[in-house]
């Protein structure tokens, strides 16, 4: 995790899918999107192992840039589906190849980066907001990954049906609440098996798994390999 860095970071993200952390809040970005971490911010990010992201990115500093993320309304969240600027950050990454005079090059690199917060501004004002019972089930399973909610648990926070629960989720963010949380918690197993020299049955347990061969079980489907494989490979890499 990254405290207190005095730089902005706009990154697009060109393939693949992965989470950002900033100040507490938790995103997928996948490709299409652009996320942007704001001067100061606590903030960590990471690729999906299965789907791993390919990226553009821009670091900016100044004293202006606060203030331009205020203007375009783009405080307040993180990552901005489907903006249609992959062209200004391939521009941007052309201007840092070219041979310009540093005044020049500063120039043309602040306008681009200028039409970049324009056009996720304005893809955000189009987009239509996702329904708050949406955010509010993605949210309570980002919040709580030390448990496996049920389907019944997710649907009395929000006073609905499981059915509608289900069906909701789909629509939203194409997959059921259970295969999303089980993907965010085999991406956090991966995490803590390469950083970490926790066992196996302890990191089962911090996410929720009492079954520690239930949780291998579920580990294997998804990265073709047992978690204490898993480690090992990462060690040898």
Not at 69 to 81: N, S
Not at 200 to 221: C, K, M, P, Q, T
């Amino acid at each position: 995790v990254i405290h207190g860095m005095p730089l902005c970071v706009a990154e697009y993200v060109e393939k693949g899918t992965g989470t950002v952390i900033v100040d507490g809040k938790t995103y997928t970005a996948s490709a299409g999107d652009v996320y942007i971490i704001p001067p100061g911010s606590r903030h960590t990010y990471y690729s999906d192992a299965d789907d791993p992201w390919v990226k553009w990115f821009i670091n900016a500093h100044g004293r202006v840039i606060t203030p331009l993320l205020e203007a375009y309304g783009l405080t307040g969240q993180a990552v901005f589906p489907a903006c249609p600027v992959a062209e200004s950050f391939h521009e941007l990454i052309r201007l840092a190849a070219a041979e310009l005079p540093a005044e020049e090059m500063m120039k043309r690199c602040c306008l681009t980066f200028h039409e970049i917060l324009m056009g996720v501004s304005a893809s955000r004002q189009q987009a239509d907001p996702l329904p708050e019972d949406a955010v509010a089930l993605k949210n309570r399973i980002d919040a709580d990954m030390s448990r496996v909610l049920s389907i019944g648990e997710l649907a009395a926070g929000i006073y609905r049906s499981t059915d509608y629960v289900i069906k909701l989720f789909r629509r939203c963010y194409g997959e059921t609440p259970y295969a999303y949380a089980t993907k965010r918690k085999v991406q956090a197993a991966c995490r803590l098996l390469t950083d970490t020299h926790l066992p196996v049955n302890e990191i089962a347990g911090s996410l929720g798994y009492a079954d520690a061969r239930y949780f291998a079980h579920i580990f294997r489907r998804h990265m073709g390999i047992s978690p204490t494989a898993y480690r090992r490979k990462q060690r040898e890499d």
